[in-house]
């Protein structure tokens, strides 16, 4: 899996790189067929700005921004809603594929 933090106009530090990276590596536990994952920080306007982009199979792509006064808040709502967006798509998917076998041969007995 392939991770990348990215920032524009600004320089990134150890303990936001490592604050990034700790927060990006929870995301396999929710869906496992994640790919590559893309943090990209910037600083403009006084504001802080998070954006994850986190690309799995089968052309799914997850994307989430925010932008607050602190950096590490910025990057804690910009992954919560990525993890909404995975847990939405997860549960789709899951709806999708219907009961599995062994529940419809109960049915019928």
């Given at each position: 899996?392939?991770?990348?933090i990215?920032?524009?106009?600004?320089d990134?530090?150890?303990?936001?790189?490592d604050?990034?990276?700790?927060?990006?590596?929870?995301?396999?536990?929710?869906?496992n067929?994640?790919?590559?994952?893309e943090?990209?920080?910037d600083?403009?306007?006084?504001?802080?700005?998070a954006e994850?982009?986190?690309?799995?199979?089968?052309?799914?792509?997850?994307v989430?921004?925010?932008?607050?006064?602190?950096?590490?808040?910025?990057i804690?709502?910009?992954?919560?809603k990525?993890?909404?967006?995975?847990?939405?798509?997860?549960?789709?998917?899951?709806?999708?594929?219907?009961?599995p076998?062994?529940?419809?041969?109960?049915e019928?007995l």
């Amino acid at each position: 899996m392939n991770v990348e933090i990215k920032a524009r106009h600004m320089d990134v530090t150890d303990a936001i790189r490592d604050y990034g990276e700790t927060k990006l590596a929870k995301l396999p536990r929710f869906y496992n067929k994640i790919q590559s994952m893309e943090m990209i920080l910037d600083f403009e306007a006084e504001k802080a700005l998070a954006e994850v982009v986190v690309t799995a199979k089968r052309k799914a792509t997850f994307v989430g921004s925010e932008r607050n006064d602190d950096m590490y808040a910025a990057i804690d709502q910009a992954v919560h809603k990525v993890e909404q967006q995975i847990r939405r798509h997860k549960d789709r998917v899951r709806d999708h594929q219907g009961p599995p076998h062994e529940a419809l041969k109960r049915e019928t007995l």
